[in-house]
Antibody, heavy 118, light 107 residues
Framework: QVHLEQSGAEVRKPGASVRVSCKAS????????VSWVRQAPGQGPEWMGW????????SYAQKFQGRVTMTKDSSTRTDYMELRSLTSDDTAVYYC???????????WGQGTLVTVSS | EVVLTQSPATLSLSPGERATLSCRAS??????LAWYQQKPGQPPRLLIY???KRATGIPARFSGSGSGTDSTLTISSLEPEDFAVYYC?????????FGGGTKVEIK
């Protein structure tokens, strides 16, 4: 079965960067790509961006443009999301989500808590 | 971006009762609407996609309907494991957006 394993919780100071990884296993079907979605405490999910597996292109939500980079290591089936210039507003659980169709979040990682605090 | 408004914010019901959750979009999303269930400490789980199609392994008591700006998720008879938060999400317009959620709690 499909499994997305994310890296562990992180604590960062304001202004720092964080990189979260997401390793996929257990699937052989064609996937459209991976999105990253975050969820602040008590809030609904918020889409951050995605990598298109067909052409390697990335697309980021305007809110995160210039501050986020999403990459993929095809040899290890691992995706990465780096977020820079962190503020306390970036404290959230960050999820990777595998998509079998455009922006349909079929499979999710377990989530990575990122805490930004001085 | 498309704003999704879910109502009610909280639904207090007993096991065995019918739950009806609403999602209204600020502009038409056609039938490209999905519903997710989320329990504490877990990621969202896809229930319904394209407005009315159940995802793999989802019980038949979950059904979706609607198109355009108004969509509904119905749980025909609540089981104890159904008490959770439910989110709608549209993928017609970029960026994809989620609603604020409806919490289904035990009465």
């Amino acid at each position: 079965q499909v499994h997305l394993e994310q890296s562990g919780a992180e604590v960062r100071k304001p202004g720092a960067s964080v990189r979260v990884s997401c390793k996929a296993s257990g699937y052989t079907f064609t996937t459209h790509g991976v999105s990253w979605v975050r969820q602040a405490p008590g809030q609904g999910p918020e889409w951050m961006g995605w990598i298109n597996y067909f052409n390697g292109h990335t697309s980021y939500a305007q809110k995160f443009q210039g501050r986020v980079t999403m990459t993929k290591d095809s040899s290890t089936r691992t995706d990465y999301m780096e977020l820079r210039s962190l503020t306390s507003d970036d404290t959230a659980v960050y999820y990777c989500a595998l998509m079998t169709a455009v922006f349909l979040f079929d499979y999710w990682g377990q989530g990575t808590l990122v805490t930004v605090s001085s | 971006e498309v704003v999704l408004t879910q109502s009610p914010a909280t639904l207090s019901l007993s096991p065995g009762e019918r739950a009806t959750l609403s999602c209204r979009a600020s502009q038409s999303v056609s039938s490209s609407l999905a519903w997710y269930q989320q329990k504490p400490g877990q990621p969202p789980r896809l229930l319904i996609y394209d407005a009315s199609k159940r995802a793999t392994g989802i019980p038949a008591r979950f059904s979706g309907s609607g198109s355009g700006t108004d969509s509904t998720l119905t749980i025909s008879s609540l089981e104890p494991e159904d008490f959770a938060v439910y989110y709608c999400q549209q993928r017609t317009s970029w960026p994809p957006t989620f609603g604020g959620g409806t919490k289904v709690e035990i009465k």
